[in-house]
């Protein structure tokens, strides 16, 4: 990868509105239900799980879990678990914040896993999905943006560690 600043797919300030749409939607189903914890998939998700609970207006929680399912490059690996969530959520409203969902692979094994914690509902969240590439059977619930079969990074994702903090998405070549 270059020195220079990846190609702006998605401009920060479509990422605001699009966060802000969502976070109204979000409150708006669950105006009525409690407190709604959200679990935001480390390390992608942290941009985006901050802005949009800053943009909801019903009560939340915020939990972290995290997940491995790449290396320091662009080959998926398998699923494995890094760090639970600490708090309980059975019995709660959940929604699962997710960066990006691409085969679906890793938001399926984390619904497994959170189910297990008997929370009240899980749901879920991505900032991107490319969903001509999803592989598993998953359905997500509040959608950010569709995308092709790009790398990207920025707004939280990274290709090997990079652009994490880019304050818009754009896209990458792997060079592996």
Known sequence: M????????????DIRERVAELAGKISA????????????????AFIFLAD?????TIPRAIEFIAVSSYGTGSKSGAVRLVMDVRGSIEGRHVLIVEDIVDTGNTLGYLIGILESHNPASIRTCTLLHKANHTKV?????????????????????DYAEQNRTLP????VTPTD
């Open 2 to 13: 270059s020195d220079t600043q990846p190609p702006v797919m998605i401009a920060e300030s």
């Open 29 to 44: 189903d669950y105006a009525d239900k409690g407190e709604l914890v959200l679990i935001g998939v480390l390390k992608g």
């Open 52 to 56: 949009l609970a800053r943009n909801l």
């Open 137 to 157: 059977d998953i359905d997500i619930d509040y959608i950010g943006f569709e995308i092709g079969d790009e790398w990207v990074v920025g707004y939280g994702l």
């Open 168 to 171: 818009y998405i754009g896209n």
